[in-house]
């Protein structure tokens, strides 16, 4: 069974920039796409980025459009998110995962596997 680690997370002022990492501990033939999610206090949990992990197609949420950029090093079994032009309202914990559906879909219930989270605060 497939772990995810993230790491990355941390305080920067607004109009910054962090990347977050997700290693995952051996390659699963299973996981066809890669999901970042972000949870902030009393708020559900929403997708913000993901990639098809076969070919490298990525997607992105609104509010992060133009801003995060999700990219993989199939070499490392890792996935990256390159959040730019942060803002207060990015201020989340941010969560990777797996998923065994190539469609890469939004909802949190089509990923299976989840790392433990790295915090990131704009202020």
């Known amino acids: 069974h497939v772990q995810l680690v993230e790491s990355g997370g941390g305080s920067v002022q607004a109009g910054g920039s962090l990347r977050l990492s997700c290693a995952a501990s051996?390659?699963?033939?299973?996981?066809?796409?890669m999901g970042w999610f972000r949870q902030a206090p009393g708020k559900e949990r929403e997708r913000v980025a993901a990639?098809?992990?076969?070919?490298?197609?990525?997607y992105y949420d609104e509010p992060v459009k133009d801003r995060f950029t999700i990219s993989q090093d199939n070499a490392k079994n890792t996935v990256y998110l390159q959040m730019n032009s942060l803002k207060p309202e990015d201020t989340a914990m941010y969560y990777c995962?797996?998923?065994?559906?190539?469609?890469?879909?939004?909802?949190?219930?089509?990923?299976?596997?989840w790392g433990q989270g790295t915090q990131v605060t704009v202020s």
């Open positions: 990639i098809y992990s076969r070919g490298g197609s990525t």
């Open positions: 051996s390659y699963t033939y299973n996981t066809k796409c």
């Open positions: 995962a797996a998923s065994r559906d190539a469609l890469c879909h939004t909802s949190r219930y089509n990923y299976n596997v």
